[in-house]
């Protein structure tokens, strides 16, 4: 009886090996929200620092009464800023989190010999290197998007609370915070710049991480700077300083000219921003610094 | 098909040669010790057959090359490298539900039964738990996988007495079942003595013994020579000889017994008097051939 039933099982192994990896990826993504409760604690602690702030903020406003004086349309935009500042602090949060978690995960999985344990198990180097690149490139901007739409939601049941009798129009406050609009926004705004155009940084981290005899810190910074220094010397040019700055500053030629913009985020033009070389060639460089961390981790044991 | 299959398997450091084509066949089901001194290529071989380390020559494990096949190998295989290898921040619970996420052939609830017999709770974390207690958990997930071939690196390596003698008692009671293979290095040989069915000496990257336990106890007697008759045993060509409390122990290697008990009480060496006598000789016959 066996016999034949282990025959039968055979034909149905590469299903079976998808849902295998689909099972892999997603503990392995999972093991690392265990390891890492930074990814979702710091943009969390970020948000309450700001609604406490904010709190405080609009409680002193409505002492001054100064809010009264300004005009509707004043008060809508004194509001949207300070959303633009809440969702900029707790995705800045995030980006700084996984520029660090990029640089220690592979790096910490050696020192602390723990890559033994995870080597013992039947998950590939390459399912483990993707599912740690989903954290930046996915995870924590997903999250910090949530959290900021949280975090705004808040802001405004706090004006609501705060506010009445002081003479702002609230009704006209949750008029123009128009949520869908905004999360659709950020959603493109984290998706295209956190995750997109940032992905060739969080490969090289990745990569440093992975090989990086000790102080990946070192490892990750100190290249581009010499890099910018020999080039400065031997050339007297800049182009590796100008190409490192385009890239942690965004594509320009993408953003829409920001005179009277109603929101920063909404500045990158989509069909600019996906025609945009540098995003192309920013992926294809991603590709190969994680593709060459897959390869590098399969030689990699505890340091 | 054998378990493991290595021909001519060689690894080099730099100059230094870890491994020095080894030729080695281990079939299912066997329980073997490689036991060699510090710095001997035990743990590189390991790592070869693991798939942690690439290789020259030919190595296949369950007809698998390691190296190329890693992840899908480790669902046949399951190892041990070390005692502190669990990372220190998860937590027993999540390190469960980790396993059988990604492992076909885990059974949960055997691994939750190995644990309950211990006092490990589900809610600790292993930085909590003592040295001890974090090997229970190590074999505790390893034994509920159903392997068919298991490596121990040193898997006893600082802990008490009654935690190693535990370790290899759950081995053999709860986990060999005469199909599984096990393959284990360790220091304190005594103690697996008795476990092995075939015994790998290595030194300096090449196999210098391998015979099941069985030829081992028929090809190697170690006698208790009383002192009238030193000079007539010795006359039979020990390998080996040694001083007990001023009494000459002999160690003979293919001299029938019952001409070995004509000049002593013959008996079976332990593994730890043939490891000696085997590595001391191979000093000597190298310290022979330098000069």
């Known amino acids: 009886m066996n016999a034949p039933a282990k025959e039968m099982s055979k034909p149905s192994i590469q299903p079976q090996g998808i849902a295998a990896a689909a099972r892999a990826v997603y503990w392995s993504i999972q ?36 809010a009264s004086a300004l005009a509707p349309a004043q008060q809508l935009a004194l509001l949207t800023t300070r959303y633009e500042l809440s969702a900029a602090l707790i995705m800045g949060t995030a980006v700084i ?28 180097d390459l399912v483990t290197v993707l599912s740690k690149l989903t954290i930046p490139f996915l995870i924590l901007p997903l999250l910090s998007l949530f959290i900021s739409l949280t975090t705004q939601f808040f802001m405004l049941v ?44 969080y490969g090289w981290l990745l990569l440093v991480s992975v090989r990086a005899p000790r102080a990946p810190f070192i490892w990750a910074f100190l290249p581009p700077f010499v890099i910018c220094g020999v080039e400065k010397i031997a050339f007297n040019t800049t182009h590796f300083l100008g190409l490192l700055q385009y890239r942690l500053m965004g594509p320009a030629e993408a953003m829409a000219p920001s005179g009277g913009a109603k929101d920063f985020m909404a500045t990158l ?11 192309w060639t920013g992926l294809a460089v991603a590709a190969v610094f994680v593709f060459a961390a897959v390869r590098l981790r399969r030689y990699q044991g505890p340091i | 098909m054998a378990c493991i299959e290595a021909r001519g398997l060689r690894k080099a450091f730099g100059t230094n ?20 001194p510090n710095g001997a290529g035990k743990t590189t071989a390991l790592n070869a057959i693991l798939g942690l380390t690439p290789f020259q020559g030919e190595l296949r494990v369950l007809g698998r090359d ?43 609830g055997k691994a939750e039964g190995f644990l309950a017999k211990t006092s490990i709770r589900s809610n600790r974390k292993v930085r909590e738990l003592s040295k001890g207690m974090v ?69 300096r990257g090449r196999i210098v013994l391998d015979r099941s336990m069985e030829e081992v106890e028929a090809r190697y007697v170690e006698v208790l020579v009383r002192p009238e008759q030193v ?5 039979l060509k020990p390998i080996y000889e040694r001083q007990v409390f001023g009494q000459s122990v002999l160690l003979f290697e293919g001299v029938e017994r019952s001409r070995l008990a004509a000049v002593g009480e013959a008996r079976t060496p332990s593994i730890t008097d043939l490891f000696v006598a085997v590595m001391e000789k191979r000093c000597e016959t190298s310290q022979g051939a330098a000069r």
């Open chain 1, 31 to 66: 093991r690392e929200l265990w390891e890492n409760r930074s990814i979702y604690l710091a943009p969390l602690a970020a948000a309450g620092v700001f609604l406490a702030g904010f709190l405080i903020n609009m409680v002193s406003m409505r002492r001054s009464a100064a």
């Open chain 1, 97 to 124: 989190v996984g520029i660090f978690y990029s640089l220690d995960t592979l790096y910490g999985e050696r020192r602390d010999r723990s890559i033994l344990f995870w080597k013992s198990l039947p998950v590939s």
């Open chain 1, 158 to 201: 706090l004006s609501s609370m705060v506010l009445p009798g002081s003479g702002v129009n609230i009704a006209g406050l949750w008029r123009g915070a128009s949520f869908f609009e905004v999360s659709l926004v950020l959603l493109y705004h984290v998706l295209t710049v956190h995750g997109l155009w940032y992905a060739p940084l």
């Open chain 1, 269 to 279: 033009i989509p069909e600019h921003f996906f025609s945009t070389p540098g995003l």
């Open chain 2, 17 to 36: 040669v870890a491994l020095d084509g080894i030729n080695l066949r281990v079939e299912e089901g066997r329980i073997v010790g490689l036991i060699g």
């Open chain 2, 66 to 108: 390691p190296w190329a096949e890693r992840d899908r190998l480790m669902c046949d295989v399951s190892f041990i490298a070390d005692v502190a290898v669990l990372p220190r921040w998860i937590r027993v619970s999540q390190v469960l539900d980790y396993v059988a996420g990604v492992h076909p052939r885990f059974d949960r």
């Open chain 2, 135 to 203: 090997a229970q958990l190590h074999l505790a997930l390893v034994m509920a996988i159903d392997a068919r071939l298991l490596v121990l690196d040193e898997p006893t390596l600082g802990l008490d007495i009654l935690y190693r003698k535990q370790f290899y008692d759950s081995l053999l009671n709860d986990y060999f079942d005469g199909n599984r293979t096990i393959v284990v290095t360790t220091h304190q040989v005594e103690e697996v003595q008795h476990v092995l069915t075939d015994l790998l000496f290595i030194d």
């Open chain 2, 231 to 235: 000079a007539a045993a010795r006359a």
